[in-house]
């Protein structure tokens, strides 16, 4: 159990230092939330209508919070096949240490690099109009929703990034584009038509945005739908289901890699 | 090592199919194969990557499949690709398998600095792996099979890739680690690469054992020595395979003749004369001994894909 921890450690150390010495890529990572809230909290903003009334910007930034989240599972995914493929991950199993601690260790180093990616989308919303109106402690909640569905989806993103080659992997953002539109993000669900509704509205992005919307004191919280009304609940549910379904799946199939 | 009637299915096409191997402590078995032969499936077997379907095998005297932990604390395994990280230094490369090995943190640092030292990679240490040529990356990732000084190494296909020089060095590292008393098994494409490591060769087709023995047993199985002639024009090829005899071998590309003697400078002599009697000027007449490739292409069928030869 004591290596499982510093397995972990070594493994998430290794990409950590990655961001540090490459940080090109954090920058990308980052540019693209950053530019996304320039242009629809200011570009688009003014024609932007909150269900139930309220500041776009206020209303944008949960939402962008949870995209930026949802994005995160594209680099799992890209870390984990790139590994597969260099022949990387069969050393790590050939060698005696913790099968936990790869895993352990990527989402140890996933999760470190959302919160950064949280904390400067967080300053930029600040600077631009957006902030939290229900005390700290109700942010800092809101924010360990949005790391407990990063967390879940580590979980998924290591179970894909097994199943598909590196190439494959950067198809991953022409579904995760719709997926993370199809939700509560940037529009009320209210606003969509019927069938489009019900599909933002039980989107497990939208539980997580919905229910940090609350804690964070931003508008357009609420809705007719059950979903709607229990985001709360949800968001905390939904995460743990992925992880149900996911753990068990990844951790077969890094044990089993049948080719 | 030893493996008994391995068995794998892949899309119910068998990988491996009743293979076989014995190899001692301390020798090196080259296998030997075109691609598909299953070469690397056996590594991977072997090595705890993979599930067998039938069969058993022991690794440094271990099951590999009721006791995986304790042969993976025995064995390294240097894959056909670079597992270098090319962000991190050298130094810190080995570092991080050395921690992941369980070392402490200092004894995975002086550990690191030796191997540095003993795959003379001191002056790169503090370089990132990326600016490394690809034999200081190849001798990096060996280097990183090294920490805990494995009795058995697998070696998949270790100079896939690289130029005659780099793969000069990384033979010279396999074979300064083999005098220190590891196993090794090394899958190959490259008949010359087998030649000069392996004390023992097995030649695999479809999945099993296609024939077996040192470098020079399988060689004279094919009935020892050949006389080879090349001429200087198309025309000329029918006369000269005519002197070699019935069984002569012409390879119209390269305007050579070739036959298996018993007789070998009688035979040299005897060729000789008939052809100048024939007036046929030979650019070449050469005895030579059979090569692993003659080995590969008369126990397959085919030929070895082999692109570089010593």
């Keep these: 159990m004591r290596y499982a921890a510093i397995d972990s450690w070594i493994v998430a150390k290794r990409d950590l230092i990655h961001w540090v010495r490459e940080p090109v890529r954090v920058f990308a990572n980052l540019a693209y939330p950053i530019i996304s809230v320039l242009i629809f909290g200011l570009v688009f903003g003014s ?23 949802a994005f995160g599972i594209a680099s799992t995914i890209m870390m984990v096949s790139m590994d597969a493929d260099r022949g ?28 950064l990616e949280l904390l400067v989308l967080a300053l930029c919303g600040l600077v631009i109009g957006w902030s939290f109106h229900d005390g700290l402690l109700n942010a800092l909640l809101a924010f360990a929703l949005f790391l407990w569905l990063r967390f879940a989806l580590v979980w998924v993103g290591i179970y894909l990034g097994l199943l598909v080659k590196p190439e494959a992997a950067q198809a991953s953002w022409m579904f995760l584009f719709p997926l993370t539109m199809f939700a509560n993000t940037f529009v009320s669900p209210e606003l969509m038509p019927g069938w489009l509704r019900v599909v933002a509205e039980w989107n497990p992005l939208s539980s997580t945005v919905a229910a940090a919307r609350e804690l964070f004191g931003n508008p357009g919280v609420g809705g007719d739908s059950w979903a709607a009304q229990n985001s709360l609940l949800l968001a905390v549910l939904w995460p743990a289901v992925f992880v149900a379904i996911f753990w068990p799946l990844s951790v077969l199939k890094y044990r089993d890699l049948s080719r | 090592m030893l493996a008994e009637g391995l068995r794998k299915m892949f899309d119910k096409k068998a990988a491996l199919d009743g293979f076989d191997l014995a190899v001692p402590a301390g020798t090196v078995c080259g296998l030997l194969g075109p691609n598909g032969a299953g070469k690397t499936t056996a590594v991977r077997i072997l090595a705890t990557l993979l599930r067998l379907d039938g069969g058993r095998a022991e690794v440094a005297g271990h099951d590999v499949a009721r006791e995986a932990p304790a042969v993976r604390r025995q064995v390294a395994l240097n894959g056909q690709q670079s597992t270098v990280d090319g962000v991190l230094t050298g130094r810190e490369n080995l570092v991080m398998w050395g921690r992941l090995y369980h070392l402490s943190k200092r004894q995975a640092e002086v550990r690191a600095d030796e191997l540095l030292e003993q795959f003379g990679l001191t002056d790169a240490a503090g370089k990132r792996a990326k600016l490394y040529s690809g034999g200081m990356r190849r001798r990096l990732d060996l280097a990183s099979s090294f920490i805990m000084r494995p009795s058995v190494l697998f070696l998949d296909e270790p100079t896939t890739g690289l130029d005659p020089r780099n793969r000069g060095e990384v033979w010279r590292e396999v074979k300064r680690v083999v005098a220190e008393g590891t196993t090794v098994l090394l899958t190959t494409q490259y008949l010359d690469e087998a030649d000069q490591l392996a004390d023992q060769i097995v030649v695999m087709d479809t999945g099993r054992v296609a024939a077996q023995g040192t470098p020079d047993q399988l060689k004279s199985k094919l009935g020892g020595d050949r006389i080879e002639v090349v001429v200087r024009d198309a025309d000329e090829l029918p006369v000269a395979a005519e002197v070699l005899g019935p069984d002569a071998e012409v390879d119209p590309d390269t305007f050579r003749v070739s036959v298996a003697v018993a007789d070998r400078v009688a035979a040299l002599t005897r060729v000789t004369s008939a052809l100048a009697a024939r007036g046929v000027e030979a650019e070449d007449i050469a005895l030579r001994r059979p090569t692993l490739d003659d080995v590969f292409l008369a126990i397959t069928g085919h030929k070895a894909v082999s692109e570089v030869r010593a």
């Design chain 1, 88 to 115: 990387v991950t069969d050393r790590f199993r050939a060698s005696p240490m913790s099968q936990t601690g790869v895993v352990a260790g990527r989402s140890i180093a996933d999760l470190v690099n959302s919160s």
């Design chain 1, 47 to 69: 024609a932007m209508n909150v269900f139930g009334g309220g500041d776009y910007i206020e209303f944008l930034l949960p939402g962008m919070f949870g995209q930026t989240i």
